[in-house]
């Protein structure tokens, strides 16, 4: 085996290759072959700098470190398009021909048997043979996708050289066998995947680790949300302000006189007495016409006209019927 030597890779593979018959993947690998050709000579990469590797659907380049890896980028980008559509126009649907490609750098050595060696050429063609890549052509309507090292970019794309604008790269990562391996694509990344920086998803819930439920009206805060719907509060705050418009039923109705001797009320309620219900509002005037009315028990006999606040006068007779006395 030689010592390994430092190397351009350049790696390109016709997609769909093994859903043709045999007469269309003859005519794919002419045209994958003359594609290539073009491409390495506008390049001014002749044969006497590259060895060539045939993988059946795909060609394999190693290139001498001292060619220019500017001009094959530049030749990739509008090259390899403009002979793609011209191919493309002129043949049948079966026959149309898209590619992915990959460019790298690394050390690659040769064995005995003309066989290539080398873990930058491992990663490589697992960056051409990865779902990333494969999707980013599926979603365009060009015929190329374009993938490049790490080193390549760091070398290279990052300076924005003319014909290989910076800004047309895009950061990914795919998995591989030894792990994820990160690379730039050119173009933009296909939906589904997630490249650095990226973000989404539902809106994070809030700092007590809620979320409003589905269809909830988040309009209002949650304090006011909770006394307007709360049935206890509500009864509550009615409760207060019916008791808050009725005088108190031990005060007199009358005008006082100064040192008349005031009638003694009943005594307030222990605080742990239940509620008792609201009165009727104030100046209500029910009316009895015939009969006699009970209530609880009591009996209420004759004519009656009762005033919330006020005195009643006639017979009344608690406790008791039939007009006895109490």
Not at 106 to 115: L, N, R, T
Request: hydrophobic content about 35%; charged content about 20%.
């Amino acid at each position: 085996m030689t010592d390994p030597v430092s190397r351009t890779i350049l790696l390109l593979d016709i997609e769909r290759y093994s859903d043709r018959d045999d007469v269309e993947q003859a005519y794919l690998r002419r045209m994958l072959y003359d594609i290539t050709d073009r491409t390495l000579e506008s390049a001014g990469i002749d044969e006497r700098l590259r060895l060539r590797a045939d993988r059946g659907d795909s060609v394999m380049e190693l290139i001498d470190a001292n060619a220019s890896v500017t001009a094959l980028l530049r030749a990739l980008l509008t090259e390899v398009p403009d002979q793609l559509r011209a191919v493309n126009r002129m043949a049948s649907s079966s026959a149309q021909i898209r590619l992915r490609g990959v460019v790298a750098t690394g050390y690659i050595a040769v064995d005995e048997h003309d066989g290539w060696v080398g873990s930058d050429l491992n990663h490589a063609c697992r960056l051409l043979d990865a779902g990333l890549l494969r999707a980013a052509l599926r979603e365009r309507p060009d015929d190329f996708a374009l993938c490049v090292s790490e080193s390549v970019h760091a070398g290279i794309v990052r300076h924005d050289h003319p014909g290989i604008p910076a800004q047309g790269f895009h950061a990914v990562t795919v998995d591989s066998k030894n792990g994820p391996l990160r690379a730039w694509l050119h173009g933009p990344v296909p939906h589904g995947t997630h490249g650095p920086g990226e973000s989404g998803g539902a809106p994070a819930p809030d700092c007590s680790g809620e979320s409003p439920a589905p269809g909830a009206d988040t309009s209002t805060p949650r304090t006011e949300r909770t006394a307007a719907t709360d049935p206890t509060t509500t009864a509550a705050s009615g409760a207060a302000a019916t008791a808050a418009a009725i005088p108190d039923p031990h005060e007199p109705s009358r005008t006082e006189q100064p040192g008349e001797p005031r009638e003694p009320g009943p005594s307030a309620q222990p605080a742990q007495q239940p509620a008792q219900p609201a009165a009727p509002p104030a100046n209500v005037v029910f009316t009895f016409g015939g009969g006699s009315p009970s209530f609880g028990g009591s009996l209420v006999a004759g004519d009656q006209h009762g005033v919330s606040g006020g005195q009643v006068t006639g017979d009344v007779h608690l406790g008791r019927s039939g007009g006895e006395p109490a």
